[in-house]
């Protein structure tokens, strides 16, 4: 079944570059479990680091156009564009179709027989459909955002290029002759009916580059097509919006940080949030909150592996730091060092282009509930926890207990430190996780003083976080000020009574625009609506009763992803990407608002059939 079955804003549309830029809509991905490459419509890899998705860019045009580097491959006549992945795999297919023919593009980061490759590999190979097309094709090193130069070195063994330790080399068959010009290769040819070409780049780093023969490099695109069917075929979900899930999960499935089980936030550093520039951020890390989201899908989805991967990286990570909760690590678990900007435009021009991420030392208390939602998620899908993880859930839940009545800089990373509701109900659901894991003899520890402060809690959020006048939960005590982030405790069952609704009305009211909403209040006039927010918001219309209303939200978002599926971290009012691409927390977002409406609709057609048979049931709206 095709992808492109969407009606999206301009989601087939051949858009001519503004400056060497193309609108964040244009870009698909491509990954191979430890860097992703990005895609425009028209043909241009513009972002691809190697050897992993931190390393610094060798391909960067989507943030600097003209040093950044890039890949281009596409007709030399004007021709209509269209793409779609190939159906339960990350391999993107490009069709053009100009006057004399008609082509297609398959795109892959190939992979190997036993799995990941060691080093990266990316393939594009070129087949011939009908008549024929000839095609242009450049192979552009960039300065790694403006801190090196690319090289030529030749070689016995053919010519290489080398930028600071990166080693590239390119493959090809049919693409000759080859024009280069120093450390910049290209060349036209031309595809007729039934051939086959193929392009493909190779990178290391501080290591030596191997050399896949051309026809190797066609068998291992069709071996990484098969390695993608392979895992999708262990994919199960048959329920709502099974397209825009599976795609999903499959987005997420290449954030996944293979050496380590780490979790990326987005492959990307710098698109910003906005158009007025200053709110770019560096998102190459693994926040514990996405990795806790991801572990309830992949469970739910039946993928062991990625599961258990994750589990493992984040206890152990968290173990060898046990002086801090970080809220986000390095992909490799190590702790982020601070932040460097790069004399780099950005995209479109609006900057600044940062290596590394500011809040790295902030303390965040949601995370707490984070981590023992993963955990709880693991043991419930039947799995045990051994000792060394129980004894640091038990230090956690007793650090929960001591500090949850302190201030801290709440979910959205904020500079302005306060008492924020939602990081106290983070705690709630870390001691209401520990309890649950203390009966089902997976912890030891105090129960007793963790079941008190979750009481506690409790207490603390009726009579502080709760605005009788207003009616609805506020963003810290004090405040008029609404927090989307409430809307996540609908789904970890804090409170889906009449408060949770009348709070999730608020937020219709003040801070949704169509299907678009924004992360709190006042955000209008500094950055674009969050696409999480959105099917968060869906969600927990469901979880208060509202399923129809819950579902109607999940149409409209589920049509706001580009022509192949994927999010950015925001949309603007306009509908165009913003943030950084694709974005975990958007995809998983919609998985767990689609997820949510299933369980609601399963729970009440089970409360129905109770009813009907007068043995009761019981009401999730309480």
Not at 435 to 441: F, K, S, T
């Amino acid at each position: 079944m095709s992808e492109r079955t969407r009606d999206t804003p301009d989601a087939t549309e051949n858009e001519e570059r503004t400056d060497g830029y193309v609108p964040l809509r244009s870009y698909g991905a491509v990954g191979d479990g430890r860097t992703v490459a990005l895609i425009a419509l028209d043909g241009r890899i513009d972002w691809l680091p190697i050897p992993s998705m931190d390393s610094p860019p060798v391909f960067a045009s989507i943030l600097d156009a003209e040093h950044g580097g890039h890949v281009a491959l596409r007709p030399v006549a004007d021709a209509e564009v269209s793409r779609e992945y190939l159906p339960g795999t990350n391999v993107l297919v490009t069709t053009w179709t100009t006057a004399s023919g008609q082509v297609t593009v398959s795109d892959a980061m190939v992979t190997g027989v036993a799995g990941r490759l060691p080093w990266a590999e990316v393939a594009r190979c070129v087949q011939g459909v009908r008549g024929s097309v000839e095609l242009e094709w450049a192979v552009v090193p960039g300065t790694l955002l403006g801190t090196a130069e690319p090289k030529r070195l030749d070689t016995a063994n053919g010519a290489v290029i080398g930028v600071d330790g990166i080693t590239i080399a390119i493959v090809e068959q049919g693409f000759e002759p080859v024009h280069d010009d120093g450390p910049r290769f290209s060349g036209r040819f031309t595809a007729n009916e039934g051939s086959k070409h193929i392009l493909t780049i190779v990178g290391t780093h501080d290591e030596p580059i191997f050399m896949p023969k051309p026809e190797a490099a066609l068998a291992a695109m069709d071996r990484t097509i098969d390695n993608w069917a392979t895992w999708s075929e262990a994919f199960h979900y048959d329920g709502p919006w099974a397209d825009a899930v599976q795609r999903s999960a499959l987005a997420l499935k290449l954030l996944i940080y293979s050496p380590t089980g780490a979790i990326a936030a987005a492959p990307t550093t710098s698109l910003p949030e906005d158009r007025t520039g200053g709110k770019n951020w560096d998102y190459r890390f693994a926040w514990v909150r996405d990795l806790s989201y991801t572990v309830h899908a992949l469970t739910r989805f039946g993928l062991r592996e990625e599961t258990h991967a994750a589990v493992s990286w984040v206890m152990r990570t968290i173990a060898e730091h046990d002086s801090s909760m970080p809220i986000f690590y390095e992909l490799d678990g190590s702790k982020s060092d601070g932040v460097e900007d790069r004399d780099v435009p950005g995209w479109q021009g609006i900057g600044p282009v940062t290596i590394g991420n500011r809040a790295g030392d902030q303390l965040q208390l949601g995370v707490w509930g984070d981590v023992f939602e993963i955990l709880r998620q693991y043991v419930r899908a039947g799995n045990v926890l051994d000792r060394k993880t129980a004894a640091v859930l038990e230090r956690l839940a007793d650090d929960a207990c001591h500090r949850w009545e302190e201030a801290d800089s709440g979910m959205w990373e904020l500079q302005d430190t306060q008492h924020y509701v939602t990081s106290k109900i983070g705690c709630w659901q870390a001691l209401d996780a520990a309890a649950e894991l203390h009966d089902a003899g997976m912890i030891d520890g105090p129960r007793d003083k963790w079941v008190e402060n979750r009481e506690l809690i409790e207490q603390w959020v009726a009579e502080h976080g709760w605005d009788e006048e207003r009616g609805y939960y506020v963003m810290y005590p004090g405040s008029d000020k609404l927090d989307t982030s409430i809307l996540l405790h609908a789904m970890s069952a804090f409170d889906r009574g009449p408060r949770m609704a009348s709070t999730i009305r608020a937020i219709e009211d003040q801070l949704q625009r169509g299907p678009l909403v924004y992360r709190y209040s006042g955000m209008e006039q500094e950055e674009s609506p969050f696409v999480a927010c959105s099917f968060w918001l869906a969600a927990a219309m469901a979880c208060t009763g509202r399923v129809d209303d819950a579902a109607g939200l999940m149409d409209a978002m589920v049509a706001q992803a580009n022509d192949v599926g994927l999010y950015s971290e925001m949309i603007s009012e306009d509908g165009s990407f913003m943030g950084n691409l694709p974005q975990g927390l958007s995809h998983l977002a919609l998985i767990q608002a689609a997820l949510t409406i299933e369980e609601v609709r399963a729970e009440t057609a089970d409360s129905d059939t109770a009813d009907g048979d007068d043995t009761g049931g019981s009401d999730r709206t309480a």
